[in-house]
């Protein structure tokens, strides 16, 4: 064992709850869930077990009561999972695992050489193993990870763009009617804009994998290329809905009667917080930091689109 004075004692004590946060999760989610589930927790239980015990071991300290911000983080988890049931459930494991996948490389790659680096090799050799087990989990159950997170990319896409849009267009017209329908206009353009992209990416790719598969078979060769199950229309459909349910986020304060752009603004914001979380949550990135990267995003088309707007009313005289 290496004591703990050799090592940083906020990534020590970040570790061990780390691992306590994930052993807690499992334990608390083998109470709310089908019992089609509990032989995958009851695996990832054992493992995290044994990964907790360590991390106390190695670096000499023994944490049994998660902080604040965690307690809320595994209180939230287990409402929506118990709100959501299977999907959500196999969906916070996949999360979770890719995480800790990320989390371990990056230290990894760190403190390569140095005890704390070779420590880490059969913790991640166990995050590589439940990984792949997860995510075979998903693919029975028809679950695709990829498919939920490009809906809350459509939405954030949608969001951004026409609260950049609404807000040029109040700096220009001055007026909630004008705004309203320049604004309405522009979400049904961008929708159906983004779900043709989508169809015509998919339709293409599917009749590429077609002519392979046809190729392979012609030549009698196997086939590695497997044919897709993925709907170019179905997709079509989903990108549209989830591009015009962001859009409509600023909008609706004009529909209610806002004056100017700053309610469009401040639902925005906090729509944008809430899709950065969960976008980043499925994605395995860091919340805070997506978070202020969107916020900064839509403080800079906010900002440039109020311009443009001010510009083309100074300059070409726009007023209703």
């Known amino acids: 064992m290496v004591s703990s004075s050799h090592h940083d004692p906020q990534l020590a004590r970040t570790l061990v709850l780390d691992e306590l946060f994930d052993l807690s999760l499992y334990k608390a989610l083998r109470g709310v869930t089908q019992p089609d589930v509990h032989p995958t927790l009851d695996e990832l239980i054992k ?19 998660l902080d604040l911000g965690r307690k809320i983080k595994l209180t939230v988890m287990i409402f929506v999972c118990q709100l959501f049931g299977s999907t959500a459930v196999h969906l916070v494991l996949e999360a979770i695992e890719v995480h800790g996948v990320r989390k371990y490389l990056a230290i990894w790659r760190e403190y390569q050489g140095q005890p704390l680096g070779e420590a880490l090799r059969g913790i991640l050799m166990d995050e590589f193993k439940h990984e792949d087990v997860l995510v075979t989990e998903l693919t029975k ?29 109040f700096a220009a017209f001055g007026s909630a009617t004008m705004v309203l329908i320049a604004a309405l206009t522009t979400a049904v353009a961008g929708a159906l804009s983004m779900a043709a992209g989508s169809f015509l990416a998919l339709n293409s790719e599917k009749e590429v994998k077609t002519t392979e598969i046809a190729r392979k078979v012609f030549l009698g060769e196997e086939s590695e290329v497997t044919p897709m ?43 944008v917080i809430v899709v950065s979380t969960i976008l980043s949550f499925l994605s395995g990135m860091d919340v805070k930091r997506r978070i202020m990267l969107n916020l900064v995003i839509i403080t800079v088309a906010v900002s440039v689109s109020y311009a443009i707007g001010l510009a083309a009313k100074q300059i070409w005289g726009i007023s209703v």
Do not use: C
Request: zero cysteines; charged letters at 15%.
């Open 47 to 65: 493992v995290e077990t044994s990964h907790l015990a360590f991390w106390q071991k190695f670096f000499g300290l023994t944490l049994e009561t």
């Open 141 to 169: 159950r028809k679950i695709n990870p990829e498919r939920i997170r490009n809906i809350f990319l459509g939405m954030n896409d949608g969001l951004v763009e026409i609260l950049g849009a609404v807000s040029g267009f």
């Open 229 to 271: 199950e993925e709907s170019p229309l179905g997709s079509a459909v989903v990108v549209g809905v989830a591009y015009i349910t962001g859009a409509l986020v600023p909008v609706l304060p004009v529909l209610v009667g806002a004056k100017d752009a700053l309610f469009s603004v401040f639902t925005a914001g906090l729509m």
